[in-house]
């Protein structure tokens, strides 16, 4: 059973590390910096980093990268369109990839970046899926490069996964979407509950991740852009009404912008 463990970098980042405590292998997840890896493999000397994988090519992404892998020997993986510093393997949507034995597929969710991929492991019991700046808890990532479209249809493609699926972002943006989402939807218990809990834990310092699909579909307003009381809310700050979810998302996308 693989953990999944969350190193701080930067200021908000995470970067995940995948660990297979019986091969004593590891997998870095878009380290931004080599620091907080290196740390880790430094106090655990009998580990071994095996490979690293990169959702999309910003920097606080892949800034650590040729440092780990000059050192480690690990195997890079990225998306195919984009340039990805000592990339070894070019991925594109649908390919599967073995990590620490287990099977993930690439799922290309452009929008944030145009060759933005997420990495997805469907598992019966728990799946998960590593969703770099797409899917955020409670959120979602800028249009640095893509349309509002692709982002939508991204995000859709991510919210047809199964419901218990867990959601491993990279940014601890939590507490401030979902005060984003309080302002569009101030009348949703799910979200009132959810801002009090994620409050608690930053409080504390705690990270509030991974989140899980299931709690993304009744608090991430960017979800729930057919949802009537959100459509409602994206008019009315829009000034016009809005008659697709595809509309609604882009208006949503705008007011966060500014929010």
């Known amino acids: 059973m693989l953990k999944i463990e969350a190193l701080p970098a930067f200021t908000d980042n995470y970067i995940w ?36 994988l990169i959702t999309h090519h910003h920097h606080d992404h892949v800034g650590g990268v040729l440092q780990l892998k000059d050192r480690h020997g690990a195997k890079v993986y990225g998306p195919a369109t984009e340039s990805i510093p000592g990339r070894d393997e070019a991925l594109v949507a649908g390919q599967r990839i073995q990590v620490l034995g287990q099977t993930l597929e690439v799922i290309e969710v452009p929008g944030h970046t145009l060759g933005h991929i997420a990495y997805y492991h469907d598992d019966s019991q728990e799946p998960w899926l590593l969703s770099g700046d797409t899917l955020f808890a409670a959120g979602c990532g800028r249009l640095f490069e893509g349309t509002a479209a692709q982002m939508f249809s991204s995000l859709q493609r991510l919210a047809a996964l199964p419901a ?25 218990p799910d979200i009132a509950d959810r801002l009090d809990r994620v409050t608690e834990l930053r409080d504390a310092k705690r990270i509030t991740l991974p989140s899980d699909l299931r709690t993304e579909q009744a608090t991430n307003p960017f979800l729930r852009s057919a949802e009537p009381a959100v459509v409602a809310a994206a008019s009315r700050h829009a000034g016009r009404p809005l008659d697709t979810p595809e509309r609604v998302f882009a208006a949503l996308r705008a007011w966060k912008d500014s929010f």
Do not use: M
């Open 164 to 188: 218990s699926t867990r959601i491993y972002c990279t940014h601890e943006y939590t507490l401030s979407n979902l005060r984003f989402a309080k302002a569009v939807e101030p009348n949703n």
């Open 17 to 52: 590390l995948l660990q297979d405590p019986e091969q004593r292998a590891c997998v870095a997840v878009d380290p931004g910096e080599a620091g907080p890896v290196q740390a880790w493999l430094d106090a655990h000397p009998d580990w071994r980093l095996t490979d690293i």
